[in-house]
């Protein structure tokens, strides 16, 4: 089992609709979570960080981080076809330490 | 603002061949990465420094080494390349000791071993 696990997609929504993201983490210990964006042959652009239960919002995305469950999310509102991209949950233990990344799910956002 | 520079971004090498990639952090950033990306696969963390030291190390092949000089940026020197060894190389920087340990990707090398 990878220690972060998210569904590798695609996910497809129209033009203007919520895209919801979800991953689930298996170390309890994880202290950060990340949200990157990454276009292909491109770096991971980061969206969101998240440290603490609750959500975060930053425009149109919303992360959310619940621990007891080891969950995390990201909602990304009002769509576009720009947003088309794999986007990769990122979580590390300690402060500084190395990302664990997930396989990423693709977004496809269509007009 | 500066980002992650890396070079360079295109190597291509035969196999056996050594390669060396460079990195130089976000400014003032103490901390470097590096992660190995193969196709269709997600970001594989292959080692860090801190302070010009080794802090942590990943799934890096004996034949890679890594260093951080004392102007912080960061090289990776490949030996005896394979064709597995195809891949985009990222290295990322963060800042310890702030409120956040927020890791910045460079662009990239895409590395292309015939």
């Known amino acids: 089992q990878k220690e972060v696990e998210q569904n590798s997609g695609p996910l497809s929504v129209p033009e203007g609709a919520i895209a919801s993201l979800n991953c689930t983490y298996s170390?309890?210990?994880?202290?950060?979570f990340f949200w990157y964006r990454q276009y292909s042959g491109k770096s991971p652009e980061l969206i969101m960080s998240?440290?603490?239960?609750g959500d975060k919002e930053d425009g149109r995305f919303t992360a959310q981080l619940n621990k007891a469950s080891q969950y995390v999310s990201l909602l990304i509102r009002d769509s576009q076809p720009s947003d088309s991209a794999t986007y990769l949950c990122?979580?590390?233990?300690?402060?500084?330490?190395?990302?664990?990344f997930g396989t990423g799910t693709r977004l496809q956002v269509f007009p | 603002a500066a980002g992650v520079i890396q070079s360079p971004r295109h190597l291509i090498k035969e196999k056996r061949e050594t390669a060396t990639l460079k990195c130089y952090p976000i400014?003032?950033?103490?901390?470097v990465y590096w992660y190995q990306q193969g196709p269709g696969q997600d970001p594989q963390f292959l080692i860090s420094?801190?302070?010009?030291?080794?802090?942590d190390k990943g799934s890096i092949p004996d034949r890679f080494s890594a260093q951080q000089f004392s102007d912080y940026h960061s090289e990776l020197n490949m030996s005896s390349l394979e064709l597995g060894d195809s891949a985009l190389y990222f290295c990322?920087?963060?800042?310890?000791?702030?409120?956040?340990?927020?890791?910045?990707f460079g662009p990239g090398t895409r590395l292309t071993v015939l």
């Open positions: 990322a920087s963060s800042l310890v000791g702030t409120s956040t340990d927020t890791q910045y």
């Open positions: 170390d309890r210990g994880s202290q950060s």
């Open positions: 998240i440290y603490s239960n």
């Open positions: 990122a979580v590390n233990i300690r402060p500084a330490d190395k990302l664990i």
């Open positions: 400014p003032r950033h103490d901390t």
């Open positions: 420094f801190y302070e010009k030291m080794q802090s």
